[in-house]
């Protein structure tokens, strides 16, 4: 059964910093793209992030220096390290694996507020 599971997200102040993890099982990690998704309020979900199996990033221009994807293929997790948090960043963020099949997790939120 494949699973993605998010966690990390939270409350926090503009400037403040959250790292993002989504835990994957049922497939083969390595052999997936992977990538972080976000929705807002209102909104459609855009892409953020991806990481290719070859561990090649690409960023959406709104988060380019800012946001920081990685992959560990021995615990079979994707990371977001994200920093200098804006309150446009508030949003639903969500993991997704793609290669032969698409899945994604349940989304975790952040929220950026003081």
């Known amino acids: 059964q494949v699973q993605l599971v998010e966690s990390g997200g939270g409350l926090v102040q503009p400037g403040g910093s959250l790292r993002l993890s989504c835990a994957a099982s049922?497939?083969?990690?390595?052999?997936?793209?992977m990538g972080w998704y976000r929705q807002a309020p209102g909104k459609q979900r855009e892409v953020v992030a991806v990481?290719?199996?070859?561990?090649?990033?690409n960023y959406a221009d709104f988060v380019k220096g800012r946001f920081t994807i990685s992959r560990d293929n021995a615990k079979n997790t994707v990371y977001l390290q994200m920093n200098n948090l804006k309150p446009e960043d508030t949003a639903v963020y969500s993991c997704?694996?793609?290669?032969?099949?698409?899945?994604w997790g349940q989304g975790t939120q952040v929220t950026v507020s003081s």
């Open positions: 997704n694996a793609a290669r032969f099949s698409y899945y």
């Open positions: 990481i290719t199996s070859g561990g090649s990033t």
């Open positions: 049922g497939f083969i990690f390595s052999t997936y793209h």
